[in-house]
């Protein structure tokens, strides 16, 4: 049933945030401090460049400048701007603002995709915001102006790349890895010269170092980006942005388990709040029809009868 599948692709994409919650604690326990471009480009650039030598495919046409802006606006910018708020703010507060992209992604899917804004989604969007702010306000709760800026303009990006995607599709013939290894290659070749110039190679990296860049380039790049943009072709573009409240939901429990943080009641209010979020997110059927598990072609290529690319 197309609902099952439903189910289980948004609990299939729902993995990619619950890695990228770990981001936080690797970021900070594994990681030479102070460098969120060394982060971001190891992450993303040699993961790319797997991908590309596995698909063997290039991209053509229009799709150079496409697969540049997403990958500066899916991984580029963003992974940059992540970074920079981890090395800023607590792992929680740095959530909080990000937790603004699904709000960003609502009103972009309206102005790009022609999506309604229904009161069940925007619903959806002030619980989850609501969530996280009980998940990462706590007492202690530190904000740093450079880190939720740095916060609040990753949102903007990874909003902007979602929306983008879901819009632009994927070209025929081309394979979901291949596509991931594009932005994921793009994006790190953006990183990497502003990378040597502006903060250089540490001058030594040790075994910790190395097993934090591995499990962020592997797990966080490689495998978690695949399994995101097939939920983005899959999954309105809202309830693939709400799915990343898992991110925080992943970063509290890292804390109480590895970190030996304490859990109050409001955070575990919070956490339920955030699951609330999700459930109302999800795709719902109208008088017969089920959300397609394919990005729909362009329009002219509807009205014409072929399938290409926009």
Partial sequence: MKTDRIAVDSAITALAPLVWGSTYLVTTEFLPPGRPLLAATVRALPAGLILLAIGRTLPRGH?????AVLGTLNIGAF????????????????????????????????????????????????????????????????LDTVGVGAGLLGAVSMASGIVLTKRW???????????????????????????LIGEGLPDAVDGRNIAGFAYLGFVGALLAYAVWFRGVERLPALTVSVLGFASPLAAMVLGYLVLDE??????????LTVVVAVILARPRTAKGREPSDRPPPPRRARRAGVSRAS
């Avoid at 304490?262 to 956490?271: H, M, R």
């Fill in 262 to 271: 304490t859990l109050s009641p409001a955070q575990l209010a919070g956490a």
């Fill in 169 to 195: 599709g994927r070209p025929p013939g081309v394979g979901l890895l291949t596509f991931t290894g594009w932005q994921l290659s793009f994006g790190g070749i953006l990183l990497l010269p502003v990378t």
């Fill in 63 to 67: 799709w150079w400048w496409r697969a």
């Fill in 79 to 142: 992974l940059y701007l992540l970074f920079v708020a981890a090395y800023h703010l607590p792992g929680g507060v740095a959530a909080l603002v990000m937790a603004v992209q699904p709000t960003i992604v609502l009103v972009l899917s309206a102005l790009l995709l022609k999506e309604r804004i229904t009161a069940t989604y925007a619903a959806a969007c002030a619980l989850g915001l609501a969530g996280v702010a009980l998940l990462a306000l706590t007492p202690s709760a530190e």
